[in-house]
C-alpha cells in the first residue's frame, strides 16, 4: 500500500462536466488529477468510445443503444455540452504524456462485446502512458481476456460485495486489485474504493490509506486529503 491515497475522478468530474466528456477530462488533468476514471464499450463498427451506460439515453440527446450505431453515427448525437461522446483514443491522446492514472472500465457485464479486450489493449499500447494502465470490470472474464492478451498490465476485479479471502482470490484470478464499493481490509491487494463523496468517508479511506478513492469531485477529495 502506498502511504498517500490516490484520487480518480470518476467519469470525469461530474460535479462540473458532463460525465465522460472530453471536457471533464481536460479540466481534471489540467488541475493535476492523480487519475481518471471512465467506461468502455465498443461501436457498431466496433470503435472503442466512452460512456457509461449500454444505451445514450440518459447523458445525450440521443437513444438506442451503442452497439446499435457505429462511430459515425454515434458523432451526431451530443453530451448536455456539446461535445460529441468520446471516443476512447480522443481521450488517450488528451492525456498523452501526461503524469495521470487511468482506470479504464470494461463495461462488459451487461453486454459483452466481441474483441473488446484485444481492441482496447492494441490502442492502450499505440499511447504514450506514462503510467500502466489499470483495466476493471464486473466481468471477470474480460479481465481473464486482458490478462491473455497482455499478463504486464494491471487488472482489478469490480464488486459492490464483499470478496471472502482477497489475496488468494487476486493471486487465483491474475489480478492487482480490488475495486470495491466498501472498504475491506486486505494487505498485497490494491484497493480502489467508489464512489465516494462523503468527506468524512473519504477522511477514513485516507486514514486506512487505500490505494485509491474514486470521486466525483476529486477538488473535495484531495482538500480532505491535505489535512488528513
Same mark, same amino acid.
Given at each position: 500500500m502506498t502511504s498517500k491515497s490516490l484520487i480518480y475522478g470518476h467519469r470525469g468530474v461530474p460535479v462540473k462536466?458532463?460525465?465522460?466528456?472530453?471536457? &471533464?477530462f481536460a479540466y481534471a488533468?489540467?488541475?493535476?488529477?492523480?487519475?481518471?476514471?471512465?467506461?468502455?464499450?465498443?461501436?457498431?463498427?466496433?470503435?472503442?468510445?466512452?460512456?457509461?451506460d449500454e444505451k445514450i439515453d440518459r447523458t445525450t440527446? &440521443?437513444? &438506442?443503444?451503442?452497439?446499435?450505431?457505429t462511430y459515425a453515427e454515434l458523432r451526431q448525437f451530443s453530451l448536455a455540452n456539446g461535445e460529441p461522446v468520446p471516443s476512447l483514443k480522443e481521450l488517450l491522446d488528451l492525456v498523452s504524456?501526461?503524469?495521470?492514472?487511468?482506470?479504464?472500465?470494461?463495461?462488459?457485464?451487461?453486454?459483452?462485446?466481441?474483441?473488446?479486450?484485444?481492441?482496447?489493449?492494441?490502442?492502450?499500447?499505440?499511447a504514450d502512458l506514462v503510467y500502466p494502465v489499470v483495466f476493471s470490470s464486473f466481468n471477470l472474464h474480460s479481465l481473464e481476456r486482458g490478462y491473455?492478451?497482455?499478463?504486464?498490465?494491471?487488472?482489478?476485479?469490480?464488486?459492490?460485495?464483499?470478496?471472502?479471502n482477497p489475496e488468494d482470490f487476486c493471486?487465483?484470478?491474475?489480478?492487482?486489485?480490488?475495486?470495491?464499493?466498501?472498504?475491506?481490509a486486505m494487505s498485497t491487494v490494491s484497493e480502489r474504493v467508489w464512489t465516494v463523496d462523503d468527506p468524512d468517508e473519504m477522511r477514513q479511506l485516507f486514514d486506512k490509506q487505500v490505494s485509491a478513492v474514486i470521486t466525483n469531485n476529486f477538488e473535495l477529495a484531495r482538500d480532505v486529503r491535505a489535512v488528513s
Open positions: 462536466f458532463p460525465e465522460n466528456s472530453l471536457a &471533464g488533468v489540467d488541475q493535476k488529477i492523480d487519475g481518471l476514471e471512465f467506461d468502455v464499450h465498443l461501436t457498431k463498427d466496433s470503435v472503442p468510445v466512452i460512456m457509461h440527446d &440521443g437513444q &438506442g443503444k451503442i452497439s446499435d450505431y504524456g501526461e503524469p495521470v492514472h487511468l482506470n479504464l472500465e470494461f463495461k462488459t457485464d451487461k453486454h459483452y462485446y466481441q474483441g473488446i479486450e484485444r481492441i482496447v489493449l492494441r490502442l492502450v499500447h499505440q491473455r492478451l497482455d499478463p504486464s498490465q494491471k487488472y482489478a476485479f469490480l464488486s459492490a460485495a464483499h470478496i471472502g493471486a487465483s484470478e491474475h489480478l492487482e486489485g480490488l475495486h470495491l464499493e466498501h472498504y475491506q
